[in-house]
């Protein structure tokens, strides 16, 4: 009791101190830099020459999970043989956790020599002054430059100036998932429009498809709302909050005039009961575990989740002639887009601190690591797939993991700069090939939120649980859809919306976006 | 004595609600024990459920204590927990036994000064700094040191020491024992109910040690228990990162429930009648 108490009264004391921070950055700024100008003589009165052949030991952090102890980690031991370095990773399995850390440690200047962070991050630390610059150092990163691509250089800056590294461009790898046995079992196609859709999410629903003789199944399931993001698609909407262009014009999908068709669509849906009645309860992969489970016989959902050998041994045990097919979005007034997918966002980004330019040296090797691991002749295979000849085969130029390959599950926390994502898949899961396949082959609508900085006097959070709460309600008819206006007008006033709106645009049309 | 029909229903009214309160603790870790060593596919089968298992596997034990971080931090958990504690103990017991003579000089002030941190902290930076500063960062006594007193528990033995009967220390003055020997020969051993007590409250929270963890430790072969059995259930609380990251099943989860769970309630029962005992120590005298 006494403990929680005093850990709740310590937690709010940091937000109100990391809130006076990022109020205050005059204050902040002239904190750190004493500290900055005091330290350069020491370094450059040690020998450089000398030093350069010592092992240097680098402290990188990110989010992530299941790395293996240092002993036990290939990986890690490989990267520190090549780059004469001690690499130490820690990675944290929660968000909130993550962020805790990274901001004590920034704001006590125990600075991680490479830290993951989030776009929010990435702008507030930039201004205080406490990252690298990177601009003036593009030559020396230029084989990570190659790897990502020049686009992707640009999602890590910060008014006009290289801030962060970004990852490369992923692929998109949701799409809807049916039931083949018992579309088989009641005789009916594959749904090819959001009609069809609807009525065999209802037959599901109220025809037994798994013959128990108990209505105890349901159509259609998801993660939230997004269970309906082909539906949105189909009416060419974009997923509620999604900014996007249509006809020449940036245009924010609660402004979509065929956003309320949807929503009417979505109703019909719903109170025909053929939707999973938690679908807006459904946290992190229970929408996954109903689909396994043989409760719904829809699920929108990602091809790893549904593919991988430990889910497929999962659905054979629950139900042996449970077949999972991957379909295309079903068609409908708008087209067909199997949901939307921001070209603008990165699976991720690291930034270097400033106080690292002291130590030219451990900078160096910072760079030395970022290089290597984006260098396809160096260690790009090694993140990707591991040690050579242990995890991997390369016969002719095609890349085959071994039995091993279990020893090196953890690789991807070592991909600070990405990997080339359709390649590294296809090599490393073999048998899922076909459905990665279809899912990055989906039209989907391109959405830019990843473009956009949020402005200032704008709170992204509130807005978007007042955005799911009032859809919630439009699609459950508890508001009727007349006042969709009306919700839109509250969102523009007490939500400040106009702001981001306005904002959006003008950041849209500076990138050559509806202009 | 014939018990009249309201009595009896209001007897059986009390029951009723017992056995719901019993019931409403019971199930969970029923639950939890069961899922444990049910084979995944059995559970999954069954809809997610189970309460009484069918088939037994102990497979998910055997994988987390062989092939996962569990064993280490394990280790980890266990001497901080036992260093941990005796810190806490002698530290908190050299401060309360001063604190508790009525005769020491500015015993005030210094009553004053404890009762302060209760209630104000330096707050998490602060504190983060000073665990640096001292070079405590990535260490096992990052997770000892910052809390190896905690001011309430000082003031449960205070009053504890202040209840023993004075004549006790008179007798042992005249014997010509100076305060250390009073302390360690004639107060420690009355104190048992009370040293159980402070000592649980800390063993406790040292088994359940977290935060500090999170924050001042970045090697993972330092990771407390509770640490890495987060770690195995944030996994699936959170929607897909990455393509190839293995998820625990439940049955791995539950296991690793109960492998952190189990020891501290294994001891809880033995320790219980002095835990009464010492919770109502600080309240007769305050």
Same mark, same amino acid.
């Given at each position: 009791?006494?403990?929680?108490?005093?850990?709740?009264?310590?937690?709010?004391?940091?937000?109100?101190?990391?809130?006076?921070?990022?109020?205050?950055?005059?204050?902040?700024?002239?904190?750190?830099?004493?500290?900055?100008?005091?330290?350069?003589?020491?370094?450059?009165?040690?020998?450089?020459?000398?030093?350069?052949?010592?092992?240097?030991?680098?402290?990188?952090?990110?989010?992530?999970?299941?790395?293996?102890?240092?002993?036990?980690?290939?990986?890690?031991?490989?990267?520190?043989?090549?780059?004469?370095?001690?690499?130490?990773?820690?990675?944290?399995?929660?968000?909130?956790?993550?962020?805790?850390?990274?901001?004590?440690?920034?704001?006590?200047?125990?600075?991680?020599?490479?830290?993951?962070?989030?776009?929010?991050?990435?702008?507030?630390?930039?201004?205080?002054?406490?990252?690298?610059?990177?601009?003036?150092?593009?030559?020396?990163?230029?084989?990570?430059?190659?790897?990502?691509?020049?686009?992707?250089?640009?999602?890590?800056?910060?008014?006009?100036?290289?801030?962060?590294?970004?990852?490369?461009?992923?692929?998109?790898?949701?799409?809807?998932?049916?039931?083949?046995?018992?579309?088989?079992?009641?005789?009916?196609?594959?749904?090819?429009?959001?009609?069809?859709?609807?009525?065999?999410?209802?037959?599901?629903?109220?025809?037994?498809?798994?013959?128990?003789?108990?209505?105890?199944?349901?159509?259609?399931?998801?993660?939230?709302?997004?269970?309906?993001?082909?539906?949105?698609?189909?009416?060419?909407?974009?997923?509620?909050?999604?900014?996007?262009?249509?006809?020449?014009?940036?245009?924010?999908?609660?402004?979509?005039?065929?956003?309320?068709?949807?929503?009417?669509?979505?109703?019909?849906?719903?109170?025909?009961?053929?939707?999973?009645?938690?679908?807006?309860?459904?946290?992190?992969?229970?929408?996954?575990?109903?689909?396994?489970?043989?409760?719904?016989?829809?699920?929108?959902?990602?091809?790893?989740?549904?593919?991988?050998?430990?889910?497929?041994?999962?659905?054979?045990?629950?139900?042996?002639?449970?077949?999972?097919?991957?379909?295309?979005?079903?068609?409908?007034?708008?087209?067909?887009?199997?949901?939307?997918?921001?070209?603008?966002?990165?699976?991720?980004?690291?930034?270097?601190?400033?106080?690292?330019?002291?130590?030219?040296?451990?900078?160096?090797?910072?760079?030395?690591?970022?290089?290597?691991?984006?260098?396809?002749?160096?260690?790009?295979?090694?993140?990707?797939?591991?040690?050579?000849?242990?995890?991997?085969?390369?016969?002719?130029?095609?890349?085959?993991?071994?039995?091993?390959?279990?020893?090196?599950?953890?690789?991807?926390?070592?991909?600070?700069?990405?990997?080339?994502?359709?390649?590294?898949?296809?090599?490393?899961?073999?048998?899922?090939?076909?459905?990665?396949?279809?899912?990055?082959?989906?039209?989907?609508?391109?959405?830019?939120?990843?473009?956009?900085?949020?402005?200032?006097?704008?709170?992204?959070?509130?807005?978007?649980?007042?955005?799911?709460?009032?859809?919630?309600?439009?699609?459950?008819?508890?508001?009727?859809?007349?006042?969709?206006?009306?919700?839109?007008?509250?969102?523009?006033?007490?939500?400040?919306?106009?702001?981001?709106?306005?904002?959006?645009?003008?950041?849209?049309?500076?990138?050559?976006?509806?202009? | 004595?014939?018990?009249?029909?309201?009595?009896?229903?209001?007897?059986?009214?009390?029951?009723?609600?017992?056995?719901?309160?019993?019931?409403?603790?019971?199930?969970?870790?029923?639950?939890?024990?069961?899922?444990?060593?049910?084979?995944?596919?059995?559970?999954?089968?069954?809809?997610?459920?189970?309460?009484?298992?069918?088939?037994?596997?102990?497979?998910?034990?055997?994988?987390?204590?062989?092939?996962?971080?569990?064993?280490?931090?394990?280790?980890?958990?266990?001497?901080?927990?036992?260093?941990?504690?005796?810190?806490?103990?002698?530290?908190?017991?050299?401060?309360?036994?001063?604190?508790?003579?009525?005769?020491?000089?500015?015993?005030?002030?210094?009553?004053?000064?404890?009762?302060?941190?209760?209630?104000?902290?330096?707050?998490?930076?602060?504190?983060?700094?000073?665990?640096?500063?001292?070079?405590?960062?990535?260490?096992?006594?990052? $997770? %000892?040191?910052?809390?190896? @007193?905690?001011?309430?528990?000082?003031?449960?033995? =205070?009053? !504890?020491?202040? /209840?023993?009967?004075?004549?006790?220390?008179?007798?042992?003055?005249?014997?010509?024992?100076?305060?250390?020997?009073?302390?360690?020969?004639?107060?420690?051993?009355?104190?048992?109910?009370?040293?159980?007590?402070?000592?649980?409250?800390?063993?406790?929270?040292?088994?359940?040690?977290?935060?500090?963890?999170?924050?001042?430790?970045?090697?993972?072969?330092?990771?407390?228990?509770?640490?890495?059995?987060?770690?195995?259930?944030?996994?699936?609380?959170?929607?897909?990162?990455?393509?190839?990251?293995?998820?625990?099943?439940?049955?791995?989860?539950?296991?690793?429930? $109960? %492998?952190?769970?189990?020891? @501290?309630?294994?001891?809880?029962?033995?320790?219980? =009648?002095? !835990?009464?005992? /010492?919770?109502?120590?600080?309240?007769?005298?305050?």
């Amino acid at each position: 009791m006494r403990k929680s108490l005093s850990i709740l009264l310590s937690v709010t004391l940091l937000i109100v101190m990391l809130s006076a921070c990022s109020g205050g950055n005059n204050s902040k700024n002239t904190g750190t830099a004493p500290t900055n100008t005091e330290k350069p003589s020491a370094p450059a009165s040690q020998a450089p020459t000398e030093a350069s052949n010592k092992t240097i030991k680098l402290e990188i952090i990110e989010t992530g999970n299941n790395l293996p102890a240092p002993d036990k980690d290939s990986i890690k031991q490989e990267l520190d043989k090549a780059l004469n370095i001690d690499l130490n990773l820690t990675v944290y399995p929660s968000g909130d956790d993550y962020t805790n850390q990274l901001n004590v440690r920034m704001a006590s200047g125990n600075f991680p020599d490479l830290f993951m962070l989030s776009r929010q991050q990435l702008l507030q630390f930039s201004k205080q002054g406490l990252l690298l610059d990177l601009t003036p150092y593009m030559d020396q990163l230029q084989k990570t430059i190659d790897f990502i691509g020049e686009e992707t250089v640009k999602k890590g800056m910060v008014d006009g100036k290289v801030y962060a590294i970004s990852k490369s461009p992923q692929i998109p790898y949701n799409t809807y998932w049916i039931r083949k046995d018992w579309l088989d079992t009641l005789k009916l196609d594959v749904p090819k429009t959001i009609e069809e859709l609807a009525e065999v999410a209802e037959a599901f629903t109220k025809n037994d498809p798994d013959g128990n003789s108990k209505q105890d199944t349901f159509g259609l399931t998801g993660g939230k709302l997004s269970a309906f993001a082909p539906v949105f698609g189909a009416f060419g909407v974009g997923s509620p909050g999604n900014f996007y262009v249509k006809d020449g014009a940036v245009l924010n999908a609660l402004y979509d005039p065929a956003m309320k068709d949807a929503l009417a669509f979505i109703k019909q849906m719903i109170s025909s009961g053929s939707v999973d009645p938690e679908l807006l309860a459904n946290t992190g992969l229970q929408h996954q575990e109903k689909s396994i489970k043989g409760q719904a016989g829809i699920v929108h959902i990602d091809w790893p989740n549904m593919t991988k050998e430990q889910f497929v041994e999962q659905i054979k045990t629950v139900n042996p002639n449970a077949e999972w097919l991957q379909i295309e979005a079903p068609v409908g007034p708008g087209g067909q887009n199997d949901s939307s997918w921001d070209i603008g966002a990165t699976a991720g980004r690291f930034a270097i601190p400033k106080a690292i330019e002291k130590d030219p040296e451990k900078l160096q090797r910072v760079f030395d690591l970022l290089n290597y691991i984006s260098d396809p002749d160096g260690g790009s295979l090694l993140v990707q797939f591991g040690v050579k000849d242990t995890h991997f085969t390369l016969e002719d130029g095609t890349l085959k993991m071994t039995d091993k390959a279990g020893e090196v599950g953890h690789s991807w926390l070592y991909q600070f700069t990405g990997r080339p994502e359709m390649e590294y898949l296809q090599a490393k899961f073999a048998l899922q090939s076909e459905s990665i396949k279809f899912a990055n082959d989906q039209k989907r609508i391109e959405a830019l939120n990843g473009f956009i900085d949020i402005p200032e006097g704008f709170n992204a959070a509130d807005a978007d649980r007042f955005i799911e709460e009032e859809i919630a309600k439009f699609v459950y008819d508890k508001r009727p859809l007349t006042e969709y206006e009306d919700f839109l007008k509250t969102l523009e006033t007490s939500m400040n919306y106009t702001l981001l709106l306005d904002s959006a645009k003008e950041q849209l049309n500076q990138l050559g976006f509806g202009s | 004595m014939v018990k009249r029909l309201d009595d009896k229903l209001f007897d059986s009214f009390v029951y009723l609600i017992l056995i719901i309160c019993g019931l409403a603790a019971i199930l969970p870790i029923l639950y939890v024990i069961s899922v444990s060593i049910t084979p995944f596919g059995e559970v999954l089968r069954n809809g997610g459920f189970i309460l009484f298992p069918r088939e037994i596997t102990f497979t998910a034990y055997r994988t987390l204590l062989t092939e996962s971080n569990i064993p280490q931090a394990f280790k980890i958990t266990i001497w901080i927990t036992v260093i941990g504690t005796a810190v806490n103990l002698i530290l908190t017991s050299l401060m309360a036994y001063p604190l508790s003579r009525k005769n020491l000089p500015a015993r005030n002030f210094f009553l004053l000064m404890i009762v302060f941190t209760l209630l104000f902290s330096g707050g998490i930076i602060p504190t983060y700094l000073v665990v640096k500063s001292v070079g405590l960062l990535d260490s096992i006594w990052a $997770m %000892i040191l910052p809390n190896a @007193v905690w001011s309430f528990n000082v003031l449960i033995m =205070k009053s !504890f020491f202040e /209840g023993l009967p004075e004549e006790l220390f008179e007798s042992a003055r005249m014997d010509g024992a100076k305060e250390f020997r009073i302390l360690i020969q004639i107060v420690t051993p009355l104190s048992i109910p009370v040293l159980l007590t402070v000592g649980l409250f800390y063993l406790v929270g040292h088994w359940n040690e977290f935060f500090q963890a999170i924050f001042y430790v970045t090697d993972r072969t330092l990771f407390p228990l509770q640490v890495i059995v987060r770690e195995l259930l944030m996994q699936s609380q959170q929607p897909l990162e990455n393509a190839e990251n293995m998820m625990p099943t439940q049955t791995m989860q539950m296991a690793a429930v $109960m %492998i952190a769970s189990v020891p @501290v309630i294994v001891i809880y029962p033995f320790l219980q =009648k002095h !835990f009464t005992k /010492g919770m109502l120590l600080g309240s007769i005298k305050g």
